[in-house]
């Protein structure tokens, strides 16, 4: 792997998520336009450091995910 993940799952949903709607609003809701695009363009970063679960910003800041070392069978792993 070339990167550490360091953006938990549920930030990763609602990165997803709101990049969705961001998208749409951009495309939809601004008809194009250059503001349109650019906040289309936003939620194309949003949904894809959601994906990924890597954000390039977020390791700038130094942020980590705290990973337990061992894990039982039933623990679920976020």
Do not use: H
Not at 56 to 66: K, Q, S
């Amino acid at each position: 792997m070339l990167y550490t993940k360091n953006v938990p799952m549920g930030e990763r949903l609602l990165r997803v998520l709101s990049g969705a709607a961001l998208i749409a609003y951009g495309v939809i809701g601004r008809k194009g336009g250059a503001l349109g695009y650019l906040v289309a363009g936003s939620g194309g970063v949003a949904v894809l450091t959601g994906f990924v679960g890597f954000c390039p910003m977020c390791a700038l800041a130094g942020r980590r995910i705290r990973q337990s070392i061992e894990k039982s069978p039933g623990e679920k792993p976020w």
